[in-house]
């Protein structure tokens, strides 16, 4: 088990331009989040998965913003046509429900988007 | 709806003394709270959980935290500060009905040797 996977760890992309960001969880985990951290802010949540099934989009989510989890196992963020204030950390984090109580939520390393 | 409160910025302490970081939550229900800390530009380390029990919970290197439902809080302590704890330390909690994480802003500590 090597944790939850995240990449790039850093990425620098022009206003406009589309990325893309993967997460791969803990295996064994059937839960998996996106958060988004500003400069000086805590984590906000973005969405939720239970295996494949997007569960919850929070309104920061705006229309540019998609996420999937094809078969359940690693998720993709998609940002579409960025901007300077799409700049943040992005955070992906895995729990298998039911367990967060004993075992928690583990979060990855995060990718880093500047929008220039 | 589920959120955290941490009232301090910046907590500076020097190394070998005492460090308390505060942390405030409100929830409907009963909480699960966490601590984790951040690195700069790293992801967030798990340092320790209340869930149930014991209102006094050991976590790692050398942290603990007060559960106080009645004052609704979670204080995470340290006995003695290193300077290697300077961090960003974020509180967290879950409603027990809830599934995603609601986050504090955050508590910079600075340790001075």
């Known amino acids: 088990d090597t944790g939850v996977s995240q990449d790039p760890r850093h990425k620098i992309t022009k206003r406009g331009q589309n990325v893309t960001f993967r997460c791969d969880p803990i295996?064994?985990?059937?839960?998996l989040y996106w958060y988004r951290q500003t400069l000086g802010q805590g984590p906000e949540f973005l969405t939720y998965f239970q295996n494949e099934a997007q569960l919850e989009k929070s309104r920061l989510l705006s229309d540019r913003f998609s996420a999937e989890r094809p078969k359940g196992s690693f998720s993709t963020l998609e940002i579409q046509r960025t901007e300077q204030g799409d700049s943040a950390m992005y955070l992906c984090?895995?729990?298998?429900?039911?367990?967060?109580?004993?075992?928690?939520?583990?979060f990855g390393s995060g990718t880093r988007l500047t929008v220039v | 709806a589920q959120s955290v409160a941490q009232p301090e910025d910046q907590v500076n302490v020097a190394e070998g003394n005492p460090l308390t970081v505060k942390c405030t939550y409100s929830v409907s229900g009963n909480p699960y709270l966490f601590w984790y800390v951040q690195y700069p530009n790293r992801g967030l380390q798990f340092l320790l959980k209340?869930?149930?029990?014991?209102?006094l919970v050991k976590g790692s290197y050398g942290f603990e935290a007060e559960f106080n439902k009645s004052q609704t809080s979670f204080h995470l302590k340290k006995p003695s500060a290193l300077v290697s704890d300077s961090a960003l330390y974020f509180c967290a909690v879950r409603d027990m009905g809830d599934y995603k994480l609601s986050f504090g802003a955050g508590t910079t500590v600075t340790v001075r040797a």
């Open positions: 295996s064994e985990h059937n839960r």
């Open positions: 209340y869930i149930t029990g014991d209102n």
């Open positions: 984090a895995s729990s298998l429900s039911g367990a967060e109580a004993n075992y928690g939520y583990t």
